[in-house]
């Protein structure tokens, strides 16, 4: 470990990793039905890359995403966010690093239906309390450098799957996080799309010296990740 | 408010049928307020336009049946006059009489009978046309009286007795008692009328002491000692607000519309509350993915507490300015009707108070929603 201090949430942290996992485990259910989602994971990704975790359905990727998302907590281990210890905050301050640190990417984009395009990234704005994102990032710019400047007016129910994605993208971009987490991005996407999807994503970790999380089986895409590990029983194989 | 407001656009045609039901609801309370407004001038305009402060009714009558069952003589009277505070204290007796026109035409009197010199009788700026009281048989009459056909000049006969009453005086604006037009009348001939005596007969003599109560009015600044008042003059104090409840059947068409309106109040605070929980309950995955992205609990509530005021105030402002466009309709009916700020602003605070609770109700699930289901599963 590199022996960072706690830090307050919104405090810009001097660290360089992105997401630590130090020794991460997570039970689930109680009694006689107790279930490791998470055993003794340990996993370090820096600003800059893109890591795409695989493997069966059950594996225990989905808690990951979770505990590193300050979601809930880990049962025993460490989870630090752009240097911050998440187990130390209580639930309204682990919000708090959610809307100014960490950026969702949902499946089918999860977007808001009562928003334009361009609204859902003004919403995230307004949840983290900005007006415009920090470096400036603005959030039409953003829909055009993602491709969507044309529909930045549209409703979700107008888009197509890939587009609610790279507007999802976009949206989980424009807090300008230090963690992005993904979930399943191409489950509802046709090879091509997929593909295309990914590789926006690749792209944005690049260029915003984002740290990345990809959660998916789908083993045809990961040509575009810079890291790829393995998930199995709740213990990273790879 | 950014989502809220949005979501009110977008969700347009359900907040707009939920809206429209208190919007009808508030035509409605309107609509009640008015009729609650309007029967009671109809019950006790009469009353309330006297300058009495409290009527001393003989010892044990029940309020509710007071003004026909009391009766008190002048040595009540003259105990009353005698009392500190008591600035003017006159009998006056109150009776119920069916009478017909010159042309046969029925014409229902609550008679009001004072002494022509006291306080009580009709002052001369407030009649309109005619004189005042003075002539034995003459009465002064509420200018609904003039609705029937009657005017100045024309005479009455009561029904069984035959007793001819000489229209002089018409007093402006309405005068009623018990839903029936007040004709202020001489004490000595509604004496006669009250014992039942035919003209020409003989009246029982202990009959011109009588009246159904003492009219007391207090002198500025003094307090009323009722409890002396009463001991002293064996009679039973009541307020002219509380003297209301003689009226007949004022107390229960007061009761009836306030209970209809208490029930209305509290279906429109139903309707939001349920509307806002299938609201809620249909965005439990949206307001997973807000919590996902950080946004806190007291946000998403101030934001759909927002989103239930807006609707709440400008369907509840609409619906009353319908309702009082309605009023304006009514008044120029025979319906008892009359709107009046007050009420109505109380009645706009209830709508939109009552609907925020319902709404809060109903909003506290936005606190058990777990942020973890914005991931996995489609929607």
């Not at chain 1, 399943?184 to 593909?195: G, V």
């Not at chain 1, 690049?206 to 199995?232: N, P």
Request: with cysteine.
């Amino acid at each position: 470990m590199t022996g960072t201090t706690q830090q307050a949430p919104g405090t810009t942290p001097t660290t360089t990793v992105g997401l630590e996992l130090d020794d991460v485990t997570l039970t689930l259910g109680d009694g006689d039905s107790t279930v490791t989602a998470l055993d003794h994971v340990s996993l370090t990704v820096p600003p800059g890359q893109l890591l795409a975790v695989v493997g069966p359905s059950g594996a225990g990727k989905s808690s990951l995403l979770a505990v590193a998302g300050a979601l809930g907590l880990p049962t025993a281990g460490v989870v630090r966010v752009a240097g911050v210890d998440v187990s130390a905050l209580n639930a309204a301050r682990r919000a708090d690093l959610r809307r100014r640190r960490i950026g969702f990417v949902f499946q089918s984009g999860n977007l808001l239906p009562a928003l334009t395009a361009v609204d859902q990234l003004r919403f995230a704005l307004h949840v983290a309390g900005e007006r415009v994102g920090r470096d400036g990032r603005d959030p039409r710019t953003l829909l055009g450098q993602v491709g969507m400047a044309h529909k930045a007016d549209r409703r979700p129910h107008e888009l197509s799957g890939g587009e609610r994605q790279r507007v999802g993208i976009a949206r989980a971009l424009v807090t300008a996080p230090a963690l992005l987490l993904v979930d399943e991005p191409t489950a509802a996407l046709d090879r091509a799309r997929s593909h295309e999807v990914v590789q926006l994503l690749a792209t944005e970790t690049h260029e915003y010296g984002v740290a990345t999380v990809m959660v998916t089986h789908d083993h045809d895409v990961l040509e575009h990740c810079d890291r790829v590990v393995e998930m199995e029983d709740g213990r990273l194989t790879a | 408010m950014f989502l809220a407001w949005r979501e009110l656009w977008f969700a347009r045609s359900r907040f707009g049928l939920m809206g429209a039901v208190v919007g009808l609801v508030a035509v409605l309370v309107v609509m009640l307020s008015g009729l609650s407004s309007g029967l009671v001038n109809d019950g006790v305009s009469g009353l309330k336009k006297l300058p009495v402060t409290a009527f001393a009714f003989d010892d044990g009558t029940a309020v509710d049946s007071a003004f026909s069952r009391s009766t008190v003589d002048r040595d009540q009277l003259a105990a009353w006059s005698a009392q500190d505070g008591v600035a003017e204290a006159a009998l006056f007796g109150n009776q119920l009489v069916n009478a017909e026109g010159a042309n046969g035409e029925a014409v229902d009197l609550a008679l009001f009978g004072v002494e022509p010199d006291s306080f009580l009788a009709p002052a001369p700026d407030a009649v309109a046309d005619g004189e005042g009281l003075g002539d034995a048989t003459g009465i002064v009459v509420s200018d609904t009286v003039t609705e029937l056909g009657l005017g100045v000049g024309d005479t009455v006969t009561i029904e069984r007795l035959g007793t001819e009453l000489t229209i002089v005086g018409v007093l402006d604006g309405q005068h009623t008692f018990g839903h029936v037009d007040v004709a202020y009348v001489p004490l000595e001939t509604w004496q006669e009328i009250h014992s039942g005596a035919l003209p020409g007969t003989e009246v029982r003599p202990e009959a011109y002491d009588e009246a159904t109560a003492v009219a007391l009015s207090v002198a500025d600044g003094a307090e009323l000692d009722t409890a002396a008042g009463d001991s002293d003059a064996a009679t039973m104090t009541v307020p002219l607000d509380e003297s209301f409840d003689g009226s007949p059947g004022y107390a229960a068409e007061t009761l009836t519309l306030n209970l209809i309106q208490l029930f209305l109040y509290a279906i429109s605070a139903l309707v939001v509350g349920a509307f806002f929980t299938v609201w809620t309950i249909q965005r439990k995955h949206e307001i997973a993915v807000a919590r996902a992205m950080g946004a806190s609990t007291g946000y998403l509530v101030r934001d759909a507490l927002g989103q239930a005021a807006v609707v709440l105030v400008v369907s509840t402002v609409v619906g009353m300015a319908v309702g009082v466009g309605f009023g304006a309709l009514m008044t120029s009916t025979p319906m008892p009707f009359a709107l009046e700020a007050g009420p109505l602003a109380v009645a706009a605070a209830l709508l939109v108070g009552l609907g925020l609770l319902g709404a809060a109700a109903s909003v506290g699930r936005i606190a058990h929603v777990d942020p973890l289901t914005a991931l996995g599963g489609q929607r």
